[in-house]
Structure formats: C-alpha cells, structure tokens
C-alpha cells in the first residue's frame, strides 16, 4: 500500500537530510551533495512504501550514517578537521583583537583618569611578545594612540593553533600510510 507523503513528512525528511549534511562537512563537497540527493531520494521512495516514520526508522538515524559515510570515504580512525581549524583561525583573531585593544584602551583611559587634561606622548609596551608598544598622544586630555599590532610570534601561535586544532597533521601522506598500515596487521 503506498503511502501519500505530506508536506510535514518531507519536512521530516529534509530535517534529517539537513543534520545529515552538517555532519558530512569533511567530506568533498562534491560528495557530499551527492549524498545529501541520494538520502533524500531514497527516503521519499521508502516513506511512500513504508511511510516516512518507518523511512526514518530504519534509516537509523543521522549521525550513525555519517559515521558510516566518513569511514567509507576517508578510513575510519582519527581524521582530521578542516571545520575545526577554520574555526580556530577566523574565531582567535577576532578574540585576540578584541582583548588586545581592550588592553589599549584600558592604558589610554588609565592615563586620562589620573589626569583629566594630560598633554604629552605616553609609551605602553603592549603585552609582552604578543603586541608590539602602543603610543598614545594627548592634548587636553583628549588623545590617539599608534601602534599595538600583533607580534610574528603571534602568527606563529595562530598558525601552530590552527594546526592543532584542526588535527591537519593527520593529511601528511606518511601519517596516512602509518595509519593503514597499524590497521592492515
């Protein structure tokens, strides 16, 4: 007996789709879309057989077929995350900007709150290996500073960071082969 597929049922379907998708972001998008248009075909031919509850069902869930899919398609095993690493690299500088020019603006309003009308060139050195001296120039209290940039210590941090984080390591070709060959014995 077919079962008719509502509106809610292919909402159903493309909820799980889409969580499925989430899930598969390691995956080359290329891959990823094909498999993305295959569940959702398969499910609407199994919920007009069996009905989307029972699809769903048997399916067994989004996370468990992503596991399948990522180990079929890059080994199973620790692999590496390109999500990860890009969230460290975009989410760390906005941080570290963000308290750094805190730390700046906190030297400049020291300076105007112990006097109110200062006048003159005033040095900060930043924070220690992480941002180069600030100085701040004041007339009548009201002033500017140049200065306070990151350190290349402190690209090098991003980019070790970004690394770690993302696990990229693990695309190193000898990486790969070590691993293949601990899983062959």
Known sequence: MAHPVTLIDRLRIERLVWTLDQRLYELPSSSRIAKRREIRDNLLIAARDVGTAEALRRLGGSRRLADEYLDAELGDGPRHSWIAAAYFCLLVPLLTNYFLAEAATSFQQGITAIDPHATGTFAWSGISY??????????????????????????????LGTILAGRLWRLLPSARRRRASAAAH
């Open 130 to 159: 992480l941002q180069s001296a600030a100085t701040y120039t004041f007339t009548d209290g009201h002033g500017s500073g140049v200065g306070g940039a990151w350190t290349p210590l402190t690209y090098v941090l991003l980019f």
